[in-house]
C-alpha cells in the first residue's frame, strides 16, 4: 500500500538536532545540542501558586474554550512590555497569541507563503524557522552576515533582482540564533528602509533578547518601522519557561486579523490555562527579578565557555563572544568536518550541533553551534576541554 | 501599502460560529451556537490536586521542553483505552498527541493536501474542518449522507471519477458534528472496503464518541481496518476540558513520522504542564465515573430539547434525535432561511449556527445546528420555545 502524501513531504526531514537530543536523553552526557532553558531555575513554587489561585478564582474560565486571540489581560501586558522595553507603540489588539513563538513562524508561512516564493534570510539562520517555512515550499536566499547583522548591499542586491518571488526578510536581530550575535542599530534601521523601499515583509524573531548579560539594549526593529512592514514573534520560553508553549506575533492590526484567520483552522486558540496562569504570576511576581536571575547564571556559563575556548581550543578556531541569550558559535578550520567531530564526541559523551544544519543550502560543514545556557559550569569545563582535545586531535 | 499575502488567504474567510460567539458572550443570551461542554462539570478541584502533585513530583520536567510525540505515559493510556473502547489494536507508538483535535486536522492538510486536491466529506461536515482543509487550497466533494451515513453509492460514483484527485475522506461517525448522526456497522464496513479498493486515507473524527447517552458503541471505522488506511483523531476537550488542548492523532507507524515532522515545524510540541496534568488526573480519578455524570447532564438536556421540539416547533420542521454527543440538526420547510431566522432570535437574545456553514458549497440554507449540551434544562425550554414562536411567525 502506498499513501499518497502532499508534495511538500518530499522536502521535509527530521530535525537533526531532534535526533541529537535523543542521543542526549543519556543523563551523563555533557549537552551544548539543544536550545533548553536551565530547568533548574525554573519558578516552580510561584507557578504552583498561580495555578491555583487561577483555579480558585475564575477555574471554569480557566478551563473552557477562549478566543483565538488569546486572554486579554496577557496581551495587554506584552504589549505594555514590548513598548517600555523595546520603544514599539501597540496595544492587546495588535498581538495574538501563539502555540510557543515556533508557531509563530509556521503561521507567518501560511499567511505568506506560495510554492515557490522566495524567503530571505540571515545566513546562518534559525534551523526551525527553515523547518516551518519549507513547508509550504518556498525556497530560501541566504544572505551573508557579519558581526552586525546582514551585509546590506548583499541584502539589497538579492532584493532587487529577484523582488518579484520575495514575501519575507526573516532576521533574529538580537543575540541571535545559531551564531549568538546583535545586530547595530544602524543595519536595523537600514533593513526598515530597504525593505519600505522594496515592500517586503520583516520577521523579526526574538526569544532571546531580554536576556542580555551587559551592554545597551537596542530598540526593536519593529520600533523603527513607521508603516507596518515589521512583524515581531515573542515567547515566554526562555524568560519563563517553555513547557507552557505561549508566545505572540505583533503587527499591525489589519496583519493580525490574518493571523488569527489561520490560527482558527490550525487549532482554535492556546491553552486557556496556561495564558492565565503566566498572566496571574505575572500579577504576583516580578518578572524583572527572575530574569535577573537568569541573566546572571547564564552569563557565568557564557564567561567560563569563552574562557575554556580561548584556553583549549587551537588559535585557528574562530568564535562568537554574546553579549546575551544562549548560544555562541564556532568556526572550524575549513578543512574539519564538524560531523565528524561529533561523532567522536558522542563517543565520549558530548554533543553540540553542527553548524551546517543551520544554512538552509547546506554547506559551511565546519561550523557548530554551541548552548551554554543548560549546562552547570563544571560541566561546561569538562565538556569544552574535551572537544578542544578532539579538536586538536584532527588538526593533526 | 499592500502586503503581499499567500493565495490561500483569498478563500480563508472568518469562521461564522466564532463571529456568533461574539454575541453570545452577553451573559443574558441563551446560546444554542457552541460546542462548548457544561463548565459546571469541570473537575476543578481534581485538576487542581492533580496539577499540585505534577508540580510537587515532576515540576522541572513539566515546565520543560519535551519530545514532539508527546508524553510517553499518555501516550500509552490512550492506546489503552481506544483499544478497549473501540476495538483497535494500537500502541503508544501508533499515537501522537495534538494541540486538540483541531490541530490533527491542519497536520492532516499537510501532510496530505496539494491545492487543487480533492477530499471527500459527508455532506453536512464540521465547519472547522473545512477551514483547516482549505488552508491548503483543496476541494471538496460532499457525499450524501442519511440516518445510517453516507450512502456508499454516491461515495463510490464520486471515487471512481476522481480518483486521480482524491487524497482523503473525511468523517465523524459517531454523534457527527453538524447533525448528531451516528454511522451504522454496515456502513463502516463497506466504508472501509472502499478506501481499501481506491487505496484512498479515511480521516475518522471521533470527539464525541464517548458520550453516548444510550445503545451500544459500534466497533470504530479504525478498528475495522486492516491495512492502515484510517487514521482516527481523537480529543480531551468533550470528556475532560477543552481548555488544556490536547487531543491525538492514531495511525500506523509510518502515517505517526509524518505527523511528527509536520508537527515538529508547526510548533514543536504540546503543551508540557498538560500533558502530565491529564495523565496525573487519569492515574488518581476514574474518568469513567467523570464521563457517565456529563453523559448523565447531556442526556437530560437532549431529552428536553427533543420534547420542546416535538410540542413546540410546527409539524413540519424536521430534527435529528442523537443518542449521544452534543448537537442536533435542524431542517426548516424549504423556503425558509435560517439566518433570517436567527437575525430575529438574535433580537430576543438566542443564538444558534445557521446550517449553509456546514456544507463546503454551501446551500441548504433552510438548515440550523443545535448545540444542547451548554445551557442548562431550564433555558432550553425558554430558548427553544422561542426559537418555535420565530419560525411560527416566518411560517405564515
Not at 103 to 110: I, N, S, V
Request: hydrophobic fraction near 40%.
Amino acid at each position: 500500500m502506498t499513501y499518497k502524501f502532499a508534495s511538500r513531504m518530499n522536502h521535509l526531514k527530521a530535525s537533526e538536532i531532534r535526533e541529537i537530543l535523543k542521543v542526549t536523553e543519556k543523563p551523563d552526557v555533557i549537552s551544548f545540542a539543544g536550545g533548553l532553558p536551565a530547568p533548574e531555575l525554573f519558578p516552580i513554587e510561584a507557578i504552583k501558586e498561580a495555578s491555583n489561585r487561577v483555579l480558585e478564582e475564575d477555574g471554569i474560565k480557566a478551563l473552557q474554550y477562549t478566543t483565538t486571540e488569546g486572554y486579554s489581560p496577557l496581551r495587554k501586558w506584552i504589549s505594555n512590555r514590548m513598548n517600555k522595553k523595546w520603544q514599539t507603540n501597540f496595544g492587546a489588539d495588535n498581538i495574538m497569541l501563539t502555540h510557543g513563538s515556533q508557531q509563530g513562524l509556521d503561521l507567518t508561512g501560511k499567511v505568506f507563503l506560495d510554492k515557490g516564493d522566495i524567503v530571505l534570510c540571515e545566513s546562518p539562520t534559525y534551523l526551525a524557522a527553515i523547518s516551518a517555512f519549507k513547508a509550504y515550499e518556498c525556497q530560501f536566499m541566504e544572505v551573508a552576515t557579519d558581526e552586525e547583522g546582514m551585509i546590506l548591499e548583499d541584502l539589497e542586491k538579492v532584493l532587487e533582482s529577484h523582488i518579484d518571488k520575495i514575501k519575507l526578510i526573516y532576521v533574529i536581530p538580537d543575540f541571535q540564533n545559531p551564531t549568538g550575535r546583535t545586530w547595530s542599530l544602524n543595519r536595523r534601521k537600514e533593513l526598515v528602509k530597504l525593505a519600505t523601499k522594496y515592500e517586503v515583509a520583516i520577521i523579526e524573531d526574538n526569544p532571546y533578547g531580554e536576556l542580555r548579560f551587559e551592554g545597551e539594549m537596542l530598540p526593536s526593529v519593529q520600533s523603527l518601522d513607521k508603516e507596518g512592514w515589521v512583524i515581531s514573534l515573542g515567547s515566554f520560553s526562555k524568560v519563563f519557561c517553555p513547557g507552557y508553549r505561549i508566545g505572540w506575533v505583533m503587527a499591525s492590526k489589519s496583519l493580525i486579523e490574518k493571523y488569527v484567520l489561520v490560527k482558527q483552522g490550525a487549532d482554535l486558540q492556546c491553552n486557556t490555562m496556561a495564558q492565565m496562569v503566566i498572566a496571574k504570576y505575572l500579577e504576583l511576581y516580578d518578572i524583572d527579578v527572575h530574569i535577573q536571575n537568569i541573566c546572571d547564571v547564564y552569563k557565568d556559563r557564557r564567561n567560563t565557555a569563552i574562557k575554556v575556548m580561548e584556553q583549549e581550543f587551537p588559535t585557528e578556531v574562530k568564535f562568537t563572544r554574546p553579549q546575551g541569550g544562549l548560544f555562541a558559535w564556532v568556526e572550524l578550520p575549513e578543512f574539519m568536518n564538524a560531523k565528524e567531530v561529533l561523532e567522536k564526541c558522542i563517543e565520549k559523551n558530548i554533543a553540540f550541533v553542527p553548524g551546517s544544519s543551520f544554512f538552509p543550502n547546506g554547506g559551511n560543514e565546519n561550523t557548530l553551534r554551541l548552548n551554554f545556557s543548560t549546562m552547570p559550569v563544571e560541566k561546561i569545563k569538562e565538556g569544552l576541554k574535551c572537544l578542544g582535545n578532539v579538536i586538536k586531535e584532527m588538526s593533526v
